[in-house]
């Protein structure tokens, strides 16, 4: 990272010093003789209220050590992961209930210095969630407590889907990665929907606009001064859309209709929607990134979103595998993106391929080499040195000029375009087209180092399943500590 690219950060405020005044101890005294059981009494009641306010810091500030040891007693208690996945989510929305969950309070995080732009939008910082954690929309307001700047929920289907069969999801501690094999199980779009509907009028209620649908509308339409998706300043919320597994990759219109059924629903109640093209788990999903069926999906979401009964439209961004990396795939994918209308690229998904074993920092037991050659997607840090590379090829090709595309594939995605839509479609080529990245990224140095390579967010996964609710406050953390390095070594250069 060149210490001149490095954005300069906001000074820390100094805090006065507080004037306490001198307890009156004759007071107490007096009062302690002639009414021992009272100041006993007073003691105890203190005592507890102490320790009841350290304990309600400890469990719900993502600062405290204990949540870092909440992950491998959670491992040692869940074996199996998905389950451990399950009683998680179900622990954070339980603790929600009494305003117990973990969120973040770091004081520098008002300083903003780790303030980016969006989509229009300015975001505390440049950290995200990726899909996987909060399947159906049960906790996005709780994971954006815990200090991201995105959350991405689902994938989501139309149709609820059970997935495969289980086990489905598997843990490998030394190399600290995941296989999982889910398959995209899904509650369903609709019911999603109503989950978020009832999160919208929740918050509507209780900023005193009411709880019917034009209270509703009122906050989607940005009057309480959020964000319609997130609901929460300086944040947003992208929401995963997916096909069944039931619908054909090869019937391109049933494919369409899934995806516009899906964006019709959700759209509504997101900031962002991520068009899934790229899940490793379900048959044809890689299809789906060639140039034909990719247009197809992608015209028929852009005219869903800008359908939908709100006055700002959510931005549209297609998340891509990391297998599909040749020239002629990454070409084919920007092409589309631009042509479509479509806002930007998530680089990024788990993988079929696994790592190189030298590559890893420990040796693998013989039940995790066992479990490295199981069916499904790998995630985990030995993804990133192909994330970052990805990042790079993404972002040259997304900002180089529409007209070095090779005639025959301009020519090519325009009929695909008209074909689909029954009309042109206008793209803006000169407006910058985001980038999101997932894959491997597990510390601040790791994110720094993706968004000096092009992109604008640094989303993570796995690694919050290992670090906890605290990775995300430490890796901001690690962030300002690199970026203050970065600026030392300057002033000294100079």
Known sequence: ??????????????????????????????????????????????????????????????????????????????PDAEEAHEVGVKSIRGLSRFNLHPRSRCKLDEARDLEIEVFGQRLDNPLGISAGLDKHGEIPTQLLALGPAIVEIGGITPLPQKGNPKPRVFRLPSAKGLINRYGLNSDG??????????????????????????????VLN????????SLVKGKLLAIQVAKNEFTPASDLEAVRRDYVAGTSLLARYADIIVVNVSCPNEPGYRELQRVEPLMNILTGVVEAVASIDRKTKPAIMIKVSPDEDTEKQVRTICGAVR??????????????????PRALESDLSRTEAAIMKERGGYSGPQLYNKTLSLVKRYRRELDRPMLDQTEQQQTSIDQTAQQRTGRSVQPNPSARKMIFCTGGITSGQDALEVLEAGADVAMVYTALVYGGSSKITCMKQEMRQEIRKALESEVLGQ
Do not use: W
């Open 339 to 356: 042509q479509s209308g479509v806002d930007g690229v998530i680089v990024g998904n788990t993988t079929t391929s696994r790592p190189d």
């Open 189 to 218: 779009a609709e019911l999603v929907a109503a989950r978020l509907r009832h999160r919208v009028r929740e918050y509507a209620y209780g900023k005193g606009y009411g709880l019917n649908e034009n209270a509703e509308l009122a």
């Open 1 to 78: 990272m060149h210490a001149s690219k490095v954005p300069r950060y906001a000074k820390l405020s100094i805090f006065s010093q507080l004037q306490i005044a001198k307890p009156r101890y004759r007071l107490y005294a007096t009062a302690a003789t002639k009414n021992p059981s009272r100041s006993r009494n007073f003691v105890i009641a203190t005592t507890v209220a102490a320790f009841a306010g350290i304990g309600y810091f400890c469990v719900t500030d993502t600062r405290s050590r204990l949540h870092r040891l909440a992950v491998p007693v959670l491992r040692t208690i869940y």
């Open 222 to 229: 940005g009057e309480a001064g959020v964000p319609p998706g």
